[in-house]
């Protein structure tokens, strides 16, 4: 299975801008859908992004659309996560896995953590002055 590492994460002013990737080795990601999470603390970790293992379909959690983008390169096996206008309730530890399914499939960013594996040790992403 793959291996995933999340890498991009800092500190941001409010309003600023980051970008998150998701770099597999081991295996390929091109059959598989991978999703971004979040976990705040007090809270189960929950999807903000996902995209499709074949077409590259895109799915967003409703408070990020319009200020996140996922999208994914093949060539380099990564998915990245770029985010834009952060503030400072976007400011938790962001992880990506790999959907369960081997594909084709679509995704959607509402779809619970526990379709997912191959989880990464996350990125910690914090928005502050």
């Known amino acids: 299975q793959p291996r995933l590492v999340e890498s991009g994460g800092g500190l941001v002013q409010p309003g600023g801008s980051l970008r998150l990737s998701c770099k597999a080795s081991?295996?390929?990601?091109?059959?598989?859908?991978i999703g971004w999470f979040r976990q705040a603390p007090g809270k189960e970790r929950e999807g903000v992004s996902c995209?499709?293992?074949?077409?590259?379909?895109?799915s967003y959690e409703d408070s990020v659309k319009g200020r996140f983008t996922i999208s994914r390169d093949r060539a380099s096996d990564t998915v990245y996560l770029q985010m834009k206008a952060l503030e400072r309730e976007h400011s938790t530890i962001y992880y990506c896995a790999v959907h369960r399914a081997l594909g084709p499939y679509g995704c959607l960013a509402t779809q619970s953590p526990g379709a997912f594996h191959s989880w990464g040790k996350g990125t910690r992403v914090t928005v502050s002055y």
């Open positions: 081991g295996v390929g990601l091109r059959s598989y859908a």
């Open positions: 995209i499709s293992s074949d077409d590259d379909t895109t």
